[in-house]
C-alpha cells in the first residue's frame, strides 16, 4: 500500500460504535483501512511503540506492509512472533509473547498491535491485559472470522488442557480495523469458517440476514468486495449491540454462544485441530436439534439451519456427534460447566431466541444423555 493510498482509505470507511466500561471505540470496516493504523497507534500508544503480535503465517503474507506502514510514520514495531494455529492459543505462547516484549523495554506508553486471525486477537488481547498490568490494544483482524466476531467485543484469553478459552479476561481494544483486502490471501475453506459465525447472528438475532448469507454464499466465498463488506459491517453491528448492553455476560452476551456449547466439546474433543468455525456449523445444528426435541426450537429450524451451513461448504456433523456418553462427558467436565449442568441457549426459531427462558437454560446430565442419543441418529 502506497502513501497515497493510504490517505484514500481515510474516506472509505463505515464506523460501528462499540460501548465499553473503557470507554468507546470504533470497529472500522473497509478495503484499505489499515492504512488508518498510524493513527490508531498513535491515539493509543504516547511513546510511539507498539509490539506487533501475529503468527508466523500471517507474518509471512502481511507483516512486512503493516510494519511499513506504520514505520514510515515514525511509530517503533516490536514484531513478537508464533507458530500459527490453534494449539499455540496456551499460556506458554503467552508467556514467550510476553517476555519478548519485556525484553524489547516497552512501557505502559506503548501499545499490542494484533494482525492475525481470532487465535491472534484472543491471544495478543490477553498479552495486551496483563503487561504491565494492562495496555491498549488495537485489533487488526485477517481472518473473516475474526474480523466477523472475534476482533469485538474484548473477549481476550488462551485454552487449557481442560477446556477452551479457560484463562482470559475481557480488555476492549482502542480501535478495530476491520480491512477485507487482507482476505485475499485467505484460501475459501478458512473464508467459508468465518461465516458460520455470521450465519450465527442471523440465526439468533436477524433472519433477513440469515436469509441474505445463504442467497450470497458463493459471491462471499468468491470474495466479492460488496458482499463481503455488508457481511462485515452488519455481523459486527449485531455482536456490537449485544456486547455492549452487556459487556461481562451477566446476562443477553451469553446468546453469542448459541452452538458453542457442542462446539467446544468438539474442539475439545478433538484435540483443538477441529476449526473453531468448523465447530460452530456443527455446533448449531446440533444444539437446534437439542432445542427441537426439548421443545422451545420450532420444528424445522435445525434443517433451515443446516441448509445455511451447507450453502457455506461447512461441515454439518462430525464423529463425535455419534459417540454420545463422550460427547456428553467432554460437555460435562468442560471447566465452565457450573457443578457439571450444561448450559445451552435456546433458540425459538431462526431469528429469534426464546428469551422468555432466559439466555441460557440449565440441562442436567441424564436429560443431556437421552437428548444427545435422541438426536444422534440424525447426525449419521
Ligand atoms: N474473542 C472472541 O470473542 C472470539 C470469538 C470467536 C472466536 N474466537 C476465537 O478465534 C479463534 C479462531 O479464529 P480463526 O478462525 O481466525 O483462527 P486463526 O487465527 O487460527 O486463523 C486461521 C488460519 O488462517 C491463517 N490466516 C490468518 N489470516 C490470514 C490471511 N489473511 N491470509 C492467509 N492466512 C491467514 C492463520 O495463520 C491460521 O493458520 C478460536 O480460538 C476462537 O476461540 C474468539
Ligand atoms: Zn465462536
Known amino acids: 500500500m502506497s502513501p497515497s493510498d493510504e490517505a484514500r482509505v481515510l474516506i472509505r470507511c463505515t464506523d460501528v460504535p462499540v460501548r465499553s466500561s473503557l470507554g468507546q471505540y470504533a470497529v472500522r470496516v473497509g478495503a484499505g483501512v489499515r492504512g488508518r493504523l498510524p493513527a490508531a497507534v498513535e491515539a493509543a500508544a504516547p511513546a510511539g511503540r507498539c509490539a506487533l503480535i501475529s503468527d508466523r503465517t500471517v507474518a509471512g503474507l502481511w507483516c512486512k506492509e503493516v510494519a511499513g506502514i506504520l514505520g514510515r510514520n515514525g511509530v517503533d514495531v516490536i514484531e513478537a512472533l508464533f507458530p500459527a494455529g490453534e494449539a499455540s492459543k496456551t499460556r506458554e505462547t503467552w508467556a ?49 472470522l475474526a474480523m466477523i466476531d472475534a476482533s469485538v467485543g474484548g473477549k481476550t484469553g488462551v485454552d487449557h488442557p481442560a477446556g477452551k478459552n479457560l484463562v482470559g479476561a475481557f480488555h476492549a481494544p482502542a480501535e478495530v480495523l476491520a480491512d477485507p483486502d487482507f482476505l485475499d490471501t485467505l484460501d475459501i475453506g478458512r473464508r467459508a469458517e468465518g461465516y458460520a459465525e455470521a450465519v450465527k447472528h442471523g440465526v439468533i438475532l436477524d433472519a433477513a440476514y440469515a436469509e441474505w448469507l445463504g442467497a450470497n454464499a458463493r459471491e462471499l466465498l468468491d470474495g466479492d468486495a460488496a458482499a463481503v463488506e455488508h457481511a462485515v459491517v452488519r455481523s459486527v453491528r449485531h455482536k456490537a449491540q449485544v456486547v455492549s448492553d452487556d459487556e461481562f455476560e451477566g446476562g443477553r452476551r451469553k446468546i453469542l454462544n448459541f452452538g458453542h456449547t457442542v462446539a467446544h466439546a468438539l474442539e475439545l474433543g478433538s484435540g483443538y485441530s477441529l476449526p473453531h468455525g468448523h465447530a460452530v456449523a456443527v455446533g448449531m445444528v446440533a444444539e437446534a436439534r437439542i432445542g427441537e426435541a426439548l421443545g422451545w426450537t420450532a420444528a424445522g429450524t435445525a434443517e433451515a439451519i443446516r441448509g445455511l451451513v451447507r450453502a457455506f461448504d461447512l461441515p454439518e456433523s462430525h464423529p463425535l456427534m455419534g459417540r454420545v456418553h463422550r460427547l456428553a462427558g467432554l460437555m460435562i467436565t468442560d471447566k465452565k460447566t457450573r457443578r457439571g449442568i450444561v448450559h445451552m441457549v435456546p433458540l425459538r426459531e431462526v431469528g429469534r431466541t426464546a428469551d422468555r427462558l432466559g439466555s441460557s437454560v440449565p440441562i442436567p446430565g441424564d436429560e443431556l444423555l437421552s437428548v444427545l442419543k435422541h438426536i444422534s441418529s440424525s447426525f449419521v
Open 96 to 144: 514467550r509473547l510476553t517476555d519478548m516484549l519485556l525484553d524489547a523495554e516497552l512501557g505502559r506508553d506503548c501499545c499490542v498491535v494484533s494482525l492475525g486471525g481470532g487465535v491472534v486477537g484472543d491471544l495478543a488481547g490477553f498479552v495486551a491485559a496483563t503487561f504491565l498490568r494492562g495496555v491498549p490494544l488495537v485489533q487488526v483482524p485477517t481472518t473473516t
